[in-house]
């Protein structure tokens, strides 16, 4: 089965600089990579989603490239906020079944 | 927007009871899937649905059975209940399945076995 490893698990920045997550995956038929974000409390929410034929995708503050080569994909974070402090999960998938990174925390410092 | 609604958000049960966990997915969305969230964890698959038929089984027990009934919405029991199943569990819909129907994911049941 896919084996996704996220990478770091925790992640400490200042209010206002990047923010970098990083996610390999195993099964090369892998063609769906989505990105969740989920808060204290509440249920993982989809904030962007790549497939294996575009190689980088942007929505606002938030972007993910997919290097499928290397089958590795990473979420970047611009101008990060205090709102932005949450846990994010990669996860990747080649049909419908996500198989998710082990999480990243992220905190935003004031 | 609607969203996934499960219910009940927390739930409190003994050692050998049973649990039934409740998922109402996004109006017209016809696939239900169900995760087990473990404390500091990612979510794993326990099983999905695709228009009432069981589509997909992944790391279940088999003290858990689920159904998706004829308006959609599913039901993950759970019986004879051990201390390793307190745990979050997660609904989340689609409409239809493969890449290009994202996985929208409800706020979760907080079950607490003692």
């Known amino acids: 089965g896919e084996n996704v490893e996220q990478h770091p698990s925790t992640l400490s920045v200042q209010e206002g600089d990047s923010a970098v997550i990083k996610c390999t995956y195993s099964?090369?038929?892998?063609?769906?990579f989505p990105w969740y974000k989920q808060e204290l409390g509440k249920g993982p929410q989809l904030i962007i989603d790549?497939?294996?034929?575009?190689g980088e995708k942007k929505d606002q503050r938030i972007a993910v490239t997919l290097n499928k080569t290397a089958k590795h994909f990473s979420l970047h974070i611009t101008e990060t906020q205090p709102e932005d402090s949450a846990v994010y999960f990669c996860?990747?998938?080649?049909?419908?079944?996500?198989?998710f990174g082990a999480g990243t925390t992220v905190t935003v410092r004031a | 927007a609607a969203g996934v609604i499960q219910s009940p958000r927390h739930l409190i049960k003994e050692k050998r009871e049973t649990a039934t966990l409740k998922c109402y997915p996004i109006?017209?969305?016809?696939?239900v899937y169900w995760y087990q969230q473990g404390p500091g964890q990612d979510p794993q698959f326990l099983i999905s649905f695709y228009e009432k038929m069981q589509s997909d089984k992944g790391s279940i027990p088999d003290r858990f059975s689920a159904q998706q009934f004829s308006d959609y919405h599913s039901e993950l029991n759970m019986s004879s209940l051990e201390l390793g199943d307190s745990a979050l569990y997660f609904c989340?819909?689609?409409?239809?399945?493969?890449?290009?129907?994202?996985?929208?994911f409800g706020n979760g049941t907080r079950l607490t076995v003692t």
């Open positions: 790549i497939r294996s034929n575009v």
């Open positions: 989340a819909s689609s409409l239809g399945q493969g890449i290009g129907s994202p996985l929208h």
């Open positions: 109006p017209r969305h016809d696939t």
């Open positions: 099964d090369s038929a892998s063609n769906y």
């Open positions: 996860a990747a998938s080649n049909d419908y079944k996500l198989s």
